[in-house]
């Protein structure tokens, strides 16, 4: 894009802009920024592309997130506390009364699937963090063990503490289960004729809803 490249300690360009879009603005560079690093990993992203691509002066991403790397640390920190916030949203009660754990579970089944459908580019850039040695994995293990509680507790006595039928074996499969699909969607043509079609998500999601009763009915079944 043209336009003269200030010094970010000058503060954004356009100052006479409202708050409100100022606001726009950086939501539109942190989307860019998570597109194309899901795309092309942080050392392959420039901060040239990432302000081209959200139509912003390239002095606008550092004015909002010092650097690249903190951009980067925003992006996940901002597509995390997202997932979290969910997931307990999920998992409140309402005026419908209690619900039955398996009632939460298939809540969460749907929290989880329906934020990974609105935000594609969240588990493409934790796929590439986890086969990044040098990756965030503590600020991924922090936020896994979040998620894991929260759903752990709303599971009662359903699953045990160690073994088979343990609660963190349920999450992961569970979670394993969304993520897995959305990641293998450009490899998986020869199996669904279009895995990102509306119909294909809504026919995956049946199958997990249909998968958790199966576990959930075993689990019983083991007691």
């Known amino acids: 894009?043209?336009?003269?490249?200030?010094?970010?300690?000058?503060?954004?360009p356009d100052v006479g802009a409202t708050a409100g879009d100022l606001e726009g603005r950086a939501g539109r560079?942190?989307?860019?920024a998570a597109?194309?690093?899901?795309?092309?990993?942080?050392?392959?992203t420039s901060v040239q592309a990432i302000a081209d691509r959200a139509d912003v002066n390239k002095a606008l991403v550092f004015y909002y997130f010092g650097?690249?790397?903190?951009?980067?640390?925003?992006?996940?920190?901002?597509?995390?506390?997202?997932?979290h916030a969910a997931l307990e949203r999920s998992l409140a009660e309402d005026e419908s009364g209690p619900r039955s754990a398996l009632d939460k579970l298939h809540a969460v089944v749907d929290a989880y699937s329906d934020y990974i459908e609105d935000h594609p580019?969240?588990?493409?850039?934790?796929?590439?963090?986890?086969?990044?040695?040098?990756?965030?994995h503590d600020l991924l293990t922090r936020h896994n063990a979040r998620n894991y509680e929260l759903v752990r507790s709303a599971?009662?006595?359903?699953?045990?503490?160690?073994?088979?039928?343990a609660a963190h074996q349920l999450f992961a499969s569970v979670v394993g289960m969304i993520l897995y699909y959305h990641l293998a969607a450009p490899?998986?043509?020869?199996?669904?004729?279009?895995?990102?079609?509306?119909?294909?998500?809504?026919?995956?999601r049946a199958h997990i809803h249909w998968a958790v009763d199966a576990l959930v009915a075993a689990l019983r079944c083991s007691r």
């Not at 650097?67 to 997932?83: D, P, Q, R, S």
């Not at 490899?187 to 809504?202: C, G, H, N, Q």
């Open 187 to 204: 490899v998986m043509l020869p199996v669904v004729d279009d895995p990102a079609s509306p119909e294909a998500r809504e026919e995956r």
């Open 155 to 165: 599971l009662g006595e359903l699953t045990d503490d160690a073994g088979p039928a």
């Open 1 to 12: 894009m043209s336009g003269k490249t200030r010094n970010a300690e000058l503060g954004p």
């Open 121 to 136: 580019s969240y588990p493409r850039l934790v796929q590439r963090e986890l086969a990044n040695a040098q990756g965030r």
């Open 67 to 83: 650097n690249k790397t903190k951009l980067f640390a925003k992006i996940f920190e901002h597509y995390l506390e997202g997932l």
């Open 29 to 32: 560079i942190l989307a860019a």
């Open 35 to 44: 597109a194309l690093m899901s795309e092309r990993g942080l050392d392959g």
